[in-house]
């Protein structure tokens, strides 16, 4: 018995991976919070060199975990690289708080990275998630397509500036603790909010080129006709 056409298709659809699966699953959104929760416990206990080797110890835990379960190890590895860089700056400054340095700076040039992109009138939302699907850049030539990435992209602007506001005066209060409450209450669950702006943004930029598209091709089809039908007329009937 043969498959339907469009079987094949309809299956590379489904396989295709999802935006939470291409960041790890729920499984890497917990292991990305185990190496900051390690490293406050043991440097309250232990101390900061304990913390540091801990909280790079358990980077490479989770990134051996994964390959042993046949998991994606590129969020593992990105991982470990962002803890290897917050645990150099926690020994290069000799303070825990060290340890959350560079993702608060990096939250500032995130934010205005995206900010400056939507005042060049290139929303980074828009242009990321077209390049990353190959659709090209009909979404920057139809304006209220662009002002949903706009929104989109603001909203990630304003997810990197808060994370900056108050893990910077954290950071300056000394509050370590709460500064690792901060970084895992403001990333993964507050970036999620965010995408959800981005996922509006791109189904209702999608909806208008699909109608755009459709029309378009309508009225090449009536012209066509049209022609056909001009063509086709004897000379008497002309």
Known sequence: MTEPAGTDEQSDKKAEPTLLEQMGG?????????PVVVFVLVN???????????SLGSAVAIAVLRLVRKEPLQPAISGFFGVAIAAFIAYRTGSAKGFFLFGIWASLVYGGVF????????????VIWNVVNGT?????KDKP?????????????????????VQRWLYNADYTGWLAFAKIAMGWPLYALALLVVVWAVRRS????????????AEEENTEAALRLKYSRTPNEA
């Open 26 to 34: 729920i499984s890497g959104l917990i292991y990305s919070s185990v």
């Open 44 to 54: 309250s206990f232990f101390g900061l060199q304990a913390a540091i080797w801990g």
């Open 115 to 126: 900010l400056a992109s939507v005042l060049v009138r290139w929303p980074l939302a828009g």
């Open 136 to 140: 090209g850049t009909a979404w920057h």
């Open 145 to 165: 397509s662009r002002y949903g990435y706009d929104i989109a992209t603001l909203a990630l602007a304003l997810v990197f500036g808060a994370r900056f506001v």
């Open 206 to 217: 999608d909806k208008r080129l699909k109608a755009i598209e459709e029309e378009r091709a």
